[in-house]
């Protein structure tokens, strides 16, 4: 049932012979994990590829991995991305790179919103955040993690069907997003959406959604909405398998 | 839009006049809020009322609420309960808190795993958690936050439907858990379940849910299984208005 130790490498796909680990996972192999000559492991590209090999030590700091079966596992059939406004705690950002590592998502786009002072940024951090997810629940792809210097760009790039996080339905019974290859989740920023960006969001056609009459921080939503979609396009297995009795039924 | 500073006080339900605020929320309104006499203020009791009311400050240290307002929530109709192998980990754990009153859950017990060798316990930083989270999403009710000595003490006590996640269905297709008033939904340990463990889950006829062939660490699992089980039960808000395209229909 266990796993080897997962590790990270830019191979190409279809690489055979040796690979060799990157400095920092290979001290992480030897001094962390204290692996040694022979030993199983698997090696990720973030791209998809995995491979199974043998860990070989050459000298106190080149580690190879002998490369001994090699998959490719398809990208999810459904492109998930998040668009969230930029958030301005390190601790929300690494939590919802973590989340949309672990719910299948492609992308994660963090969009300069009107209401935030501090600007958008992608730093190294957020990549390696990804990638030890990968590394720790076995998904094989690392999110594209990208800026748009406003929603309205995120958007005109986009060009998809998208679902919007709202507080307020004012009763309205919006239109379904109807999905086939990809799926935006746009949430807002701390501080909430501008005038300016609420038009836009209405120019683009983006379907509402709400989590109901209770107050969320940022990453708290798109943490639900990315599970809850991840849910319906089959990245967390099947439904569950609950069903309400009518007096328990909230449709009912 | 924007809702008046909520604070705490273990006040009685039909309470009126005013409601003196203990110490630490008086700090933190006089200090941290920096409020005055006579602003509006929200105060609930965590079991579901709240007043609104006007500050009043007298002396240094006394602050009270006089009641304008009360509101009373009904508990939500179907009582939802996580019960989590006791977590190592303080982050975890608070973590897991947090997300259990944002999705709306009635009680969280954590059970001791045979394969934990930290003691489960509670501590007042777990309700002061639910509390302060209670007070930012605006969720009315602190959660029961317990204990018990084993898995089967937990079941035994609870006698009603549950779900449980696993890793591998190995091709069941389970009865669902049919719920009217409650459900418990139980995820492992770090470690996972022991032999022993699995055997109660059998005999207590929980429903197996699995959330796909990645591997989750017990909070994330907790906080996905919570936020998928309040979306059935309608905690979260009508159901995402997502439609898939017959080839992103993933029970096509």
Redesign the interface.
């Known amino acids: 049932m266990s796993?080897p130790h997962r590790f990270y490498a830019p191979f190409a796909p279809g690489e055979s012979g040796a690979i060799r680990l990157p400095s920092e996972e290979a001290h992480h192999a030897l001094r962390v994990a204290r692996l040694r000559q022979g030993d199983p492991v698997s090696v990720i590209n973030g791209q998809g590829d995995e491979i199974r090999g043998l860990l070989s030590v050459s000298g106190k700091q080149n580690v190879y991995v002998e490369v001994r079966e090699q998959a490719a596992c398809p990208p999810p059939?459904?492109a998930l991305t998040l668009a969230l406004g930029g958030l301005h705690q390190e601790k929300a950002l690494q939590e919802v790179i973590?989340?949309a590592v672990?719910?299948g998502f492609s992308r994660i786009c963090f969009w300069q919103a009107e209401h935030s002072q501090k600007p958008v940024a992608v730093h190294d951090k957020c990549f390696k955040t990804a990638l030890e997810t990968c590394k720790?629940?076995?998904?094989l792809y690392v999110p594209v993690i990208d800026t748009a210097p406003s929603l309205e760009q995120f958007l005109t790039d986009f060009d998809g069907p998208g679902?919007i996080g709202v507080t307020e339905?004012e009763g309205k019974v919006?239109?379904?997003?109807?999905?086939?290859?990809r799926?935006a989740i746009v949430v807002g920023p701390e501080g909430d959406f501008s005038v300016r960006e609420r038009e836009v969001v209405e120019a683009f056609g983006l379907?509402p959604?709400?989590?109901?009459?209770?107050?969320?921080?940022s990453e708290?939503a798109a943490?639900?909405?990315m599970?809850?979609?991840a849910?319906?396009?089959?990245?967390?297995?099947?439904?569950?398998?609950?069903?309400?009795?009518p007096?328990?039924d909230?449709?009912s």
Chains 1, 2 share one sequence.
Do not use: D, N, W
Request: charged share 15%; with cysteine.
């Open positions: 796993h059939p459904v973590r989340r672990e719910t720790q629940c076995g998904r679902i339905m919006p239109e379904p997003a109807v999905i086939e290859t799926l379907t959604v709400s989590l109901g009459k209770y107050i969320y921080r708290t943490a639900m909405l599970t809850l979609a849910s319906i396009v089959g990245e967390l297995g099947p439904p569950l398998p609950i069903s309400c009795f007096s328990a909230p449709s």
